[in-house]
């Protein structure tokens, strides 16, 4: 029973289009900002080599569920949960996955954007040649000035949600598939001028090592958690985008081939943001384990050392703003959509909506750099320990929520879909190919994603 379904939405041009899109939802501060901080939190290469294992063995076989869910379903996740639960005749509870996704999108939207802002603000502090000859001392200054002001992150929030909304507000598809076509690969060229400064300093076989070197003694059950949970965030699975995505993606596009594709581009764009970051964080005798601050005060060394880097500085924190903007936009989409389908709003209206509630939740992570700072309101559990209500809200969110909903996806798919249904939406044949990644999504995946849990609880 092929699906003659097409989205009211409208469709990509082309394969290559969905690719640049989930390209740009991918490639965002998950692999600029949030990487780099959470490998140096968690004792560099043996949580490296467990993100890498989760994107192999589990984010590419759920990518190519999720795709595919979504242009079988080509509706907001909400209704294709509902369409297909309905089709392959299991419970329509099924739906509610659409609506965890939802949840999901706007609390990650909420912190994403204030941390966006910070990207933004660092535009002009780069272009104004501020850096300019700066030491660690110096540099860590700026980005505490910057940090200690809630008006400063408010109004650096507020215009962020504005770009996204006005995006999202006008569709997914105007102007987006020009853009990542020609920012991706330019902030991919100044990753590349980034990792050149590293290997200048003296410091690049110990940032490497750092990165690359597994010592399993440095990482804990809770670090595993973080690695798969950053695999799905980085990767923008397991709440829908990636699903939205699909719903707009051509008949005749070849699901596995463009999951790969997406996949291998992101983890490189991690990769080199690693080894952009660490050889300059030990060249100055910083701390890998700085946190969620760690790359405005590493990247501004480079810069104000590098010929021209007041202008190579501004350029790249805005093709960051750029690819955190393509990230932003796939979080609330499948809100906006759904807003559309079932309540028959205008995407403008839709969007605008959307994004006051994500603005007005974001106040909470501005104000947990600042006023809450000293507020961790799980202090008592000593995984905990330290935790804002930012660091709380990335937590629940890209360790437990994303993961959650992946598995389920990953049920979805390969045990809810009769097998005829993903064969024919695949479109790989029925070999070994699919056989594999049936296995993958129908038992590693869930497996992995249940023992990595019960570890972090501590039950196993
Ligand atoms: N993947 C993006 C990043 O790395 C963030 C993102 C966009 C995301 N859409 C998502 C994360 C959906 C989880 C789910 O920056």
Known sequence: MPTERTSI?????NRLAFILAATGSAVGLGNIWKFPYIAGENGGGAFVLVYLLCIAVIGIPIMMAEVMLGRRGRQSPINTMRTLAYEEKVS??????GWAGVLAGFLILSYYSVIAGWALAYVFRAGSGLFTGLTADGVQSIFSNLVDEPERLLAWHTIFMVMT????????RSGLERAVRLLMPALFVLLLVLVGYAWNTDAFDQGLEFLFTPDFGAITANGVLIAMGHAF?????GMGAIMVYGSYLPDNASIAKTSVTVSLMDTTVALLAGMAIFPIVFANGLEPGAGPGLIFQTLPIAFGHMDGGAFFGMLFFLLLVFAAWTSAISLIEPAVAWLVENHGMSRIYAAALAGMVTWGTGLLTVFSFNLWADFKPLGMFAVFEGYTIFDLLDYLTANIMLPLGGLLIAVFAAWQMRRESSVEELAMGDGFLYGLWRMLVRYITPVAVIIVFLHAIGVL
Do not use: D, K, Y
């Open 9 to 13: 939405h409208g469709q990509w041009s």
């Open 92 to 97: 329509p509870a099924w739906r509610w996955l």
């Open 165 to 172: 909304m006005i995006i999202v507000g006008r569709g997914v």
């Open 233 to 237: 965030f980085t990767l923008s699975l």
